[in-house]
């Protein structure tokens, strides 16, 4: 099937796109990779496995060295721009506007193709751009470890496209080609049209919702069974230690929340269906409402950029006094004891 595929659930009408919908021989020129991380680094290496053509653009430092030694040209960020006509914006968020402002924007010509992988600067109005050349969204729902593994394996991943300014009449075909150069549109992966914000708004909202009430209800299970006098060992490893949580998760994301629960004891499927619903909690829903309220005036995008210009002093300070968290102690005091080893 070609062309967009709605979404069933009726809830709206996402288009979702796949791997015969996107055409890679649209690459036929030479993709720039802005920053040489995370994403950087995966992205590079899969568009390279496509057959595309990329340069990598970096300031001369570690990162420069190991795409170098990728076997990568890497240039001053300027001339990456200036040689390439798809650019991909692979650096962090918060840098961006700079970077942008100072070595990209000032060499974007009309027919070039800017690529970002994130909505949030546009979004939240830290960088505006001239409408002479197409602006898009590839944002891969995924780490950059876990895309170069998808791709290294065969396997698709969920990608998130948009389009922002389309100048050339086809930016959501070279979103999807680019798409399909890192190998989201492999098995298993698809792409869905979304737009800059909702991309933006909804990255923020797991990061700033989901997130951290997950964190306090896996510490609200530890405190509860520590208090209630099981060895604190025991408790962490029945919890998360064990790595068992985030392997049902990987099920969760692979088979449906109910199909999972076929993986578990009848004792357990019992047992959590019965008392779930105590956990319903209405006050977890209001505030998650309000931190997204926060997030769709751009209110924290504002409080962020602030805390940005004062060199993250907050976060520091934050990451400081969570290391004193009786869960924090507790953690690190276990894995001693356990002998455990990242590494393994
Ligand atoms: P990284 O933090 O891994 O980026 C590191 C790269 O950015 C390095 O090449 C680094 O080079 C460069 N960089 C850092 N600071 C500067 C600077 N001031 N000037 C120029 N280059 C700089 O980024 P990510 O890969 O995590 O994120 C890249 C984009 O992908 C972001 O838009 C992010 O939102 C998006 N994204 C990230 C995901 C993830 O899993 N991490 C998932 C989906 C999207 P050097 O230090 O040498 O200057």
Redesign the pocket.
């Known amino acids: 099937m070609t062309g967009a595929e709605e979404s069933s659930s009726g809830r709206g009408s996402l288009p979702v796109y796949f791997d015969e919908d996107a055409n890679l021989d649209l690459l036929d020129d030479i993709v720039s990779i ?7 680094r995966a992205q590079a290496l899969n568009l390279r496995d496509s057959g595309v053509d990329v340069i990598v653009g ?7 060295e190991t ?1 170098a030694s990728d076997g990568f040209e890497v240039l001053e ?1 300027r001339e990456a721009v200036k040689r390439a006509r798809f650019v991909m ?5 918060e ?2 506007p ?2 942008l402002e100072k ?1 990209v924007l000032p060499v974007m010509t009309r027919n070039k193709i800017l690529c ?3 909505g ?1 600067n546009i979004t939240f109005g830290q960088v505006t751009l001239p409408d002479d050349f197409d602006t898009i969204l590839v ?6 470890v ?2 170069r593994d998808a791709y290294e394996n065969d396997r698709g991943f969920y990608a998130f496209i948009g389009v922002h300014n389309n100048s050339s009449g086809m930016a959501m075909q070279y979103a999807m080609a680019i798409s399909k150069g890192i190998g989201a549109t492999k098995p298993s992966g698809a792409l869905l049209e979304v737009t800059f914000r909702q991309e933006a708004e909804l ?1 923020l909202f797991n990061e700033q919702c989901f997130g951290p009430a997950f964190g306090q209800v896996l510490t609200t299970a530890v405190d509860v069974a520590v208090e209630a006098g099981y060895p604190p060992e025991a408790v962490l490893v029945e919890i998360y230690m064990s790595g068992e949580l985030a392997y049902t998760m990987e099920k969760i994301a692979k088979m449906g929340t109910l199909k999972q629960l076929e993986l578990h004891s009848p004792t357990s499927q019992y047992g959590s269906m019965s008392r779930g619903i105590r956990y319903a909690n209405p006050e977890l829903r209001e505030q998650m409402q309000k931190s997204l309220g926060e997030i769709q005036d751009g209110s924290f995008a504002e409080e962020f950029a602030k805390e940005y210009e004062l060199d993250l002093e907050i976060l520091d300070d934050m990451k400081e006094m969570a290391q004193d968290v009786p869960i924090v102690v507790l953690d690190k005091e276990v894995r001693k004891k356990l002998r455990f080893r990242s590494d393994k």
């Open positions: 802005i920053g040489y991380g995370n994403q950087g970096n300031v001369r430092d570690q990162y420069w795409a960020i914006i692979l650096i962090p968020d840098v961006q700079e970077v070595s970002f992988a994130s949030y944002a891969p729902r995924m780490i950059g876990g895309v990255d």
